[in-house]
């Protein structure tokens, strides 16, 4: 077990009709003005928004709006959320939606105080800064990118056809308003991909380097059982308020970095190498019309059959944790196989199951269901070597001819 330092300092309000709290939470905390951020209508449409607002009213939170952020979100709209923010003086930033909302939040809190352009800060140009950032807060809709409650930011440029992500305490959520009713308009394929994406979330911590640290590894394993277990209730019957409410927490629990103590590399890093995750980002940074939980539900099983044999005890613990797979034993069950070819066949089965669960809940098996094609892996590989360098990855170092290799088996 490798050493850590935890901190989740969002203050979680988790309830039925929680929305209707915003406004006393965030004047409770003291906050005077928000920038109130949300996407491409949903909230309008459910109401969500007009209940936030109603809420800021009642507790005399003045509030300004910026609406639009689309999924995989750009960086113009941020620039735009900078000056609207600077000139109303707002002291809090309030992401209404998902993970593409709140990250944009968490862009432009960072970006208020900083007097050059944002981008430089997610090129690693400029150090994000205290003085004069606003905080964010979130009212979530969508469980699946975890950002309510994580230190993580993920923003494209289009221009430069880059997608990347920017850590920082600065932009962590100081209040996240969770309330599973609101979810309950998701389309089935928002479901799904946002299930796949907090499974994944577990995975790119549990397939570290690291050895075994059970404390840490039956959480991850409970947190996926549970997914599992809520995922098809929650197609089934939307409105199934406890499905609702469990994936919702899970959400949180897979990417607050509870999931992955112990099992950094680097100590005071995040678990794992986020292999998936780097790959996963070339597809919906070049085309935003791919959803993130999509691409993964593809990629993550085409990475874990490349990678497994690196570690083969993480993949059996795995199996075992989340689906009750166990090798077979030659001697004891009378069957003919070396034990290299048992634990080959746990792996397998054990990375078939999952990928049939990704699938029984809508997601795809195959890049080409997402529209891309051989001539789109070689684009992808460029900024890929941009975004993660010649050689990255921590489970196994991955080269660029792996990371064609890993697409291509995907197609
Ligand atoms: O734009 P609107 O109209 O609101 O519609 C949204 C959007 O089309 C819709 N939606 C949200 N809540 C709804 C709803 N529709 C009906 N009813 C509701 N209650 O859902 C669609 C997807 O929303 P989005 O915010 O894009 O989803 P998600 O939360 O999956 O966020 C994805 C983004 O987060 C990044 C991804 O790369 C992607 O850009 N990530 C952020 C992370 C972080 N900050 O920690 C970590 C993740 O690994 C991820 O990379
Ligand atoms: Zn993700």
New binding site residues.
Partial sequence: MTDFTFCSSTKFVFARGACDRTGAEVAAAGYKSALVV??????VR?G?LQRVLDSLDAAGVAHVELAG?????GVDLVRTGIDVAREHGCDLILGV???????TA?AIAIGVPYAGDVWDLFMGAAKPVAEGKPDVASVL???????ES?A???I?NDELQL?R?LSSELHRPTIAIMDPE??????AY?TA??VT?MI??VMERFFSSVGPVPVTDNIACAIVRALIDEAPVALANPEDYDARANIMWAGTLA?NDLAGLGRSVNPGGRAGGWES?GLE?EL?GHDPSI???AGLAVIFPAWLRYVWREHPERILSFGRGVFGIEPVNAEEDGVDVTPEEAVADAAAATIDELQEFFVSTGMPRTLGELGVTEEMVEELLPTLERNKGAVFGDFKRLTLDDARQIYLSAL
Avoid at 38 to 43: A, P, T
């Fill in positions: 949300y996407g491409q209508g949903s909230v459910t969500t952020v689309r999924p995989n979100p939606g998902g993970g593409s909302v709140i990250d968490k809709t969508i469980p699946a990118a975890g950002s994580s993580s930011c993920v494209t997608k992500g609101l979810t309950f308009t998701l389309p928002q991909a946002g994406d994944a979330h990417h995750h980002h919906s959803t993130h939980g």
